[in-house]
């Protein structure tokens, strides 16, 4: 019985964490999503009683089928060892897919531009929100309108200034703040609806279906924000390691849906009953001595918002430097007991900077929607093509079942997606800029990497006929054990060549260590190093990490112990080899885009740092390449 109880308190608490950490995102589109479906924008709907019915329908039944049936009946069970997330399901349909370097080349590609979505989608979310939060001091006071972006910029900069400081203590606050959030718009939407019960009719998809037939072209344009209700779908797969599977459902379908679904029909039947209400609906469906109140909150809820999107990027970009598409960054855990907690300077002052540019030059969240959805929808295309992949290969779908579920997921996606083709040249370009940056990139970072590799790999000497060599006319062999970092093991560390031809010595034990990152998340200690016995003191090392794994080389290379090889950490020197490159008109890879890689390469967290070595132990011994 305890054991009973002791399971239900422990998924209760998770059930509260998810909400806290999960669902920010999505919890605040109602700030601004029903706003810009009939406000004077671009593309406003006319306001008319079957438009609004139509768009409430539309509401509820892209929330059913995009969050429900795709993301929480299937997609989050395309899990990667538990984990999911964009880079986790490239990994694990790449996995799939060896042997076809075609095909993997597909997907990596649909992967890069998957994390580039994502990454595009970091920088909009936080400035949407709280901008959208924030512009509640308006309707509060007029007379507070200029402070509107400064008080924006000040709340991102305290956000992204306290990330550092690690989500640990903030974190146990998410949880009951969302809690209270989703209470109040669940109460607000039931004074809403309140005004006009007939409203709840609207949850019939007939309404939605006679939407898009009788007003196809209005129908059509409207998508483009509808899908503001729906932003924030992405991360309930994304987060999936941190909470499992069965806390985020239950805090969707027991909290979460059916608060939003109350919100956004109390919105609807206020705006129906006030048109003018249309300015911001949310406030105004608040009574007038609630509103500083609601705004604090409303801020609060939008800073959670942009957390969990920040931490996803941080997670995002991890996996991405484990797999090879980012060069080598610094990664601090911020957690003494949680793995998943980390801070990466790089990525969390590069995303401010982009923030608080969108929020200087497109000024309001009216502006801003215009910008959001094209990532999100993107996102989502992207995700259900993988998937697909998934679902056939993995999980032994036929071609026909595969084929329908992907074709009715992306029937929905691309109507979202082609909707907000039309904010293009409202904003919409905004993160197709930001894709295509990130996009090159990455792809040039991956591209130089792998012809490094292949090129170092070419010009390096065989290892055995070395060290049948080194067996035949010994050199002077000094006491203590060297450690050579290579990335191939067949041959010869430049290093090592140039420690042999410069010091005329071999250690006593000389040991070639290569670090693999796997697609799959994490590695037990019994697969993590493998140790071969190779003739004259030479052994061969192999140490695994999974993608989001923590590399600490000198913690691990205990276990070589295991399997013969004892590692005396203070007799042991690490040679690194260190290369400097030079950019050629040589062919693999355009120009500006060599220049472009020396300058990732050159900007890349040293070895030392990645993994952990001991500073004081350490030798570089350098050598000039031109690639």
Not at 65 to 74: G, L, T
Not at 446 to 451: A, E, F, I, Q, S
Not at 465 to 475: Q, R
């Amino acid at each position: 019985m305890s054991s009973t109880t002791g399971n239900k308190t422990k998924l209760s608490a998770l059930t509260l964490a998810a909400l806290g950490v999960v669902f920010g995102d999505i919890g605040t589109s109602p700030l601004y999503t029903m706003k810009e479906v009939f406000s004077v924008g671009a593309h406003p709907v006319p306001l008319t009683e079957v438009n609004m019915f139509g768009i409430l329908s539309l509401i509820v039944w892209a929330l059913i089928m995009v969050v429900s049936v795709k993301y929480v009946a299937f997609i989050m069970r395309a899990d990667n060892r538990g984990e999911g997330g964009i880079m986790a399901l490239l990994a694990l349909a790449s996995h799939n897919a060896a042997g076809d370097a075609k095909k993997q080349h597909t997907i990596m590609l649909l992967g890069i531009l998957g994390a580039c979505m994502f990454y595009a989608d970091g920088m909009i979310t936080p400035a949407i929100s709280v901008l959208s939060a924030v512009e509640g001091l308006e309707l509060a006071a007029p007379v507070l309108h200029p402070m509107i972006l400064p008080v924006t910029l000040l709340v991102l900069f305290i956000l992204f200034w306290a990330q550092s400081k690690g989500t640990a203590l903030v974190g146990a606050f998410f949880g009951p703040i969302m809690l209270l959030w989703f209470s109040v718009l669940g109460v607000l939407g039931v004074m809403g609806i309140m005004q006009n019960p007939s409203i709840l009719q609207a949850i019939n998809p007939i309404y939605a279906l006679n939407f898009l037939t009788v007003s196809p072209w209005v129908a059509f344009v409207a998508l483009g924000a509808v899908v503001l209700a729906v932003t924030g779908a992405e991360a309930l797969y994304a987060d999936m390691g941190h909470f499992g599977r069965l806390p985020i459902r239950l805090a969707w379908f027991g909290f979460v849906l059916p608060a939003l679904v109350l919100n956004y029909f109390g919105q609807g039947a206020l705006i129906l009953q006030d048109p003018s209400s249309v300015k911001n609906p949310f406030y105004l469906l608040a009574p007038e001595w609630m509103l500083y109140p609601l705004i604090f909150l409303a801020t609060l809820a939008a800073v959670i918002a942009s957390q969990a999107v920040i931490t996803g990027a941080f997670s995002v970009s991890r996996q991405a430097l484990q797999l090879g598409y980012l060069p080598r960054m610094h990664v601090e855990h911020t957690s003494e007991s949680e793995e998943g907690q980390i801070y990466m300077p790089r990525v969390n002052w590069g995303l401010m900077l982009g923030v608080m540019a969108l929020v200087l030059s497109f000024k309001s969240s009216g502006n801003l929607a215009a910008a959001y959805g094209i990532a999100v929808t993107g996102d989502m295309v992207i995700t259900t093509l993988l998937a697909g992949i998934v679902f056939h290969h993995i999980w032994g779908w036929s071609k026909l079942r595969t084929g329908m579920l992907v074709a009715l997921f992306l029937v929905v996606d691309v109507a979202f997606f082609s909707a907000n083709v039309l904010k293009i040249p409202d904003g919409g370009w905004v993160p197709l800029v930001i894709g295509i940056v990130i996009f090159t990139l990455m792809l040039t970072w991956k591209t130089g990497r792998n012809m490094l590799y292949s090129m170092l790999k070419n010009e390096a000497m065989a290892i055995d006929p070395f060290i049948a060599a080194v067996g035949a006319h010994p050199p002077l062999r000094v006491s203590g054990t060297a450690i050579f970092m290579t990335p191939n093991l067949d041959g010869v560390p430049h290093a090592m060549l140039h420690n042999l031809k410069h010091n005329k010595v071999l250690h006593e034990k000389m040991v070639l260590l290569t670090v693999k990152f796997l697609d799959y998340p994490h590695t037990s200690n019994e697969e993590r190093v493998t140790v071969e016995d190779l003739p004259n003191e030479f052994y061969r090392v192999t140490v695994r990490y999974g993608f989001k794994d923590e590399p600490d080389l000198p913690r691990d290379l205990i276990l070589c112990a295991e399997q013969g090889l004892v590692l005396d950490a203070m007799d042991t020197s690490f040679f690194v080899g260190k290369e400097i490159l030079i950019a050629s008109n040589a062919s693999g890879m355009a120009f500006w885009r060599k220049k472009i890689f020396i300058g990732l390469f050159r900007s890349a967290e040293t070895i030392t740092n990645q993994f952990k070595l001991p500073p004081n132990r350490v030798v570089e011994l350098g050598s000039q390449l031109k690639i």
